[in-house]
T-cell receptor, first 113, second 115 residues
Framework: QQQVKQSPQSLIVQKGGISIINCAYE??????FPWYQQFPGKGPALLIAIRPDVSEKKEGRFTISFNKSAKQFSLHIMDSQPGDSATYFC????????????FGKGTMLLVSP | DAMVIQNPRYQVTQFGKPVTLSCSQTLNHNVMYWYQQKSSQAPKLLFH???????NEADTPDNFQSRRPNTSFCFLDIRSPGLGDAAMYLCATGVAGGWVQETQYFGPGTRLLVL
């Protein structure tokens, strides 16, 4: 049973546009929601993360929006650049003393020049 | 710089020939994870260590074993690799303790090819 559903599977955005990736979760025990960025041949790297006590978190061009009642969260990449082309994974974790991530299936983002 | 290191970066083995992948960390994290990632898929957790306590995922094949001789090192042993085990293997680390939620820090991965 997939506990974190991610969409879309792939996304093409023009340079300067806004990239939006959505995730939905089922388990209300999740209380930590990170986004990972992965370039081909590399390991995933933490991009930005949010806890459910806030509805939005912004770091540079990257923003997480969180809707606790809808059990949804999304990643917005403003002014998308070709260097942002990568696979993005949302994840969720519950407080069990240490991190136990449940990943979404990933979104392959291509930013065209 | 503190980091997660995986060796080798690429490993070629023959069908059925045991192989060992290694991971080391300078972060002094007490939790270490091994993931398998196939092309265009999310990382799949195989097992993890909380200090010396080993935690195996229910669907991890018996063909996969792990060792953690000390805090810094963790090994993934594949006893009899099959063609379906060709994948990227990712090591990650994290911190446990109290109510502080820490994320996982991934190494660059080892790409395994089975001939």
């Amino acid at each position: 049973q997939q506990q974190v559903k991610q969409s879309p599977q792939s996304l093409i955005v023009q340079k300067g546009g806004i990239s939006i990736i959505n995730c939905a979760y089922e388990n209300t025990a999740f209380d930590y929601f990170p986004w990972y960025q992965q370039f081909p041949g590399k390991g995933p790297a933490l991009l930005i993360a949010i806890r459910p006590d806030v509805s939005e978190k912004k770091e540079g061009r990257f923003t997480i929006s969180f809707n606790k009642s809808a059990k949804q969260f999304s990643l917005h990449i403003m002014d998308s650049q070709p260097g942002d082309s990568a696979t993005y994974f949302c994840a969720a974790s519950m407080n069990s003393g240490y991190s136990t991530l449940t990943f979404g299936k990933g979104t392959m983002l291509l930013v065209s020049p | 710089d503190a980091m997660v290191i995986q060796n080798p970066r690429y490993q070629v083995t023959q069908f059925g020939k045991p192989v060992t992948l290694s991971c080391s960390q300078t972060l002094n994290h007490n939790v270490m994870y091994w993931y398998q990632q196939k092309s265009s898929q999310a990382p799949k957790l195989l097992f993890h260590y909380y200090d010396k306590d080993f935690n195996n995922e229910a669907d991890t094949p018996d063909n996969f074993q792990s060792r953690r001789p000390n805090t810094s090192f963790c090994f993934l042993d594949i006893r009899s690799p099959g063609l379906g085990d060709a994948a990227m293997y990712l090591c990650a680390t994290g911190v446990a303790g109290g109510w502080v939620q820490e994320t996982q820090y991934f190494g660059p991965g080892t790409r395994l090819l089975v001939l």
